[in-house]
């Protein structure tokens, strides 16, 4: 994180340049340290006391971005179940990405969340949320015994909570396509709300000539 390796001295330096009336490009090129850095020191966002608990062992300081989120604001969101990614895209698209407030939040808020259920309603037929997930699972050809790495693909259909799971020889677009082809067939409840658009890409295409078992979980 780019404040824990800011030492006093560079601190200090850093404020004294401020106030000879140095810009924020020209201090981070002296210095070579983060603009950023410079912009927070002088909108007051990074502080020495904050500098000082930082270097405490039980104490540990926020990445940079984190200055500029509304953390009670959050905390409150996350008891309300509201989905971490839309708390995200409201308070701190801007400064970070969401895998990186996903982490700190996890950090942060661990007991919390924990302790939270997120609410979540769909309909029927809505949502369906799809990945490859897992580990790959090792598999053996019996006629060569050569060893293979089969990818797992996992589809959820939000609402009745059905799992398919099937493997592939790689996650290809042919693959994905073909695993969706077989999930939506399997499910026979046609297509959710949210990929009707897409429907004819899934089923105009021929079927490709793919080594594959399907396994409703």
């Known amino acids: 994180m780019e404040f824990e390796r800011t030492s006093m001295l560079q601190f200090t330096e850093i404020q004294r340049l401020i106030e000879t009336g140095q810009t924020n490009r020209q201090i981070a090129r002296s210095l070579r340290c983060?603009?950023?850095?410079?912009?927070d020191i002088r909108k007051g966002l990074l502080t020495p006391d904050q500098l000082a608990r930082a270097k405490l062992p039980e104490s540990k300081l926020p990445p940079g971005w984190a200055l500029h989120v509304d953390w009670a604001a959050v905390e409150k969101d996350i008891r309300d179940g509201h989905q971490l990614k839309r708390i995200w895209e409201e308070v701190a698209e801007?400064?970070?990405?969401?895998?990186?407030?996903?982490?700190?939040?996890?950090?942060?808020?661990?007991r919390l969340l924990n302790a939270t259920v997120t609410l979540r309603e769909f309909r029927a037929g809505e949502y369906c949320e799809v990945d490859y997930a897992g580990d790959k699972i090792a598999w053996v050809d019996r006629r060569s015994g050569e060893i293979h790495q089969a990818h797992v693909f996992i589809g959820i259909l939000c609402f009745s909570q059905k799992i398919f799971a099937i493997a592939h020889v790689d996650e290809k677009k042919a693959n994905w396509l073909d695993a969706h082809r077989r999930m939506f067939r399997r499910a026979r409840s046609g297509l959710p709300e949210k990929w009707r658009d897409q429907s004819p890409s899934l089923r105009s295409r021929p079927e490709p000539r793919l080594r594959g078992v399907a396994h409703p979980l």
């Open 34 to 39: 983060r603009r950023t850095l410079v912009a």
């Open 94 to 110: 801007t400064w970070t990405s969401h895998s990186n407030f996903f982490k700190y939040v996890k950090t942060r808020f661990a």
